[in-house]
């Protein structure tokens, strides 16, 4: 996978993965698909193709990137906090006082945003028995020398801890967790050849329609690799 190139939303040049993006990430976000059972290649290709263009495959884990943390908090406050841009949307989802822009802006590969979602999110990763390490400490359900998993409190750990960020892509487009719009399987069919319409639909899951064929096009040449040889069915066969 790390050899493909593929474009960025803007511009006809075309971006080898393990240079431009990450290839640790890469290979967490193939882990996790493996552990949440996601066996059709199609499917693993559209969650590829999504962070690629969402996060630069790991290489932009928060909004403003390019800016220092500091400044794109500061962005982010400016958008999402309840006084911001998106004053009320933030109201609504969550984000009721001053700071909380800053704190729950998009982070991660795909950019969760809101500390409503960053709630329901420690609840499904929980739900789910997941658990992560961050600075010598193991989060989990609480028990058996866990502490309880809260991004709410450790917002940080989203960007920051890719192994939780890539458990967070795939069990959120999965369950289609991202726009309650329906996940994977709503759109991309478990036991068939995706086609190009189903891939442009599935960018409902994560953000309505916006970059809908930029995304499909880059998802229709990752998973030419994945289908080759049967590589991704076979994963599961070892």
């Not at 884990?61 to 390019?66: D, I, L, N, Q, R």
């Not at 960053?118 to 929980?126: P, T």
Request: charge should be positive; include cysteine; aromatic fraction near 8%.
């Amino acid at each position: 996978v790390g050899a493909i190139s593929l474009r960025m939303p803007k511009g006809a040049q075309k971006y080898q993965l393990s240079k431009h993006g990450d290839p640790k990430s890469i290979t967490l976000i193939l882990k996790h698909c493996k552990e949440m059972g996601i066996r059709s290649p199609d499917q693993v290709a559209y969650i590829l193709s999504t962070a690629w263009t969402e996060s630069k495959m790991g290489q932009w884990m928060t909004e403003s990137a390019w800016l220092s943390e500091k400044t794109a908090e500061r962005k982010g406050e400016d958008r999402y906090g309840p006084n911001g841009v998106f004053g009320q949307d933030a109201r609504d989802l969550g984000n009721t006082n001053p700071g909380d822009g800053a704190k729950y802006m998009g982070r991660g590969f795909v950019q969760l945003t809101w500390k409503n979602n960053y709630r329901k999110m420690s609840q499904l990763l929980i739900q789910n028995g997941f658990q992560y390490s961050q600075d010598g400490v193991r989060y989990g359900n609480g028990q058996n020398g866990t502490q309880k998993i809260d991004l709410v409190k450790n917002y940080r750990h989203v960007n920051k801890n890719k192994d939780l960020a890539a458990r967070i892509l795939v069990l959120g487009m999965d369950g289609g967790h991202y726009a309650n719009s329906g996940g994977l399987d709503s759109y991309i069919p478990e036991n068939q050849v995706a086609t190009q319409a189903h891939f442009e639909n599935a960018r409902r899951i994560v953000n309505g329609v916006d970059k809908k064929k930029h995304i499909a096009d880059n998802a229709q040449i990752i998973v030419k690799v994945l289908r080759a040889g049967n590589a991704w069915v076979n994963v599961f066969n070892k």
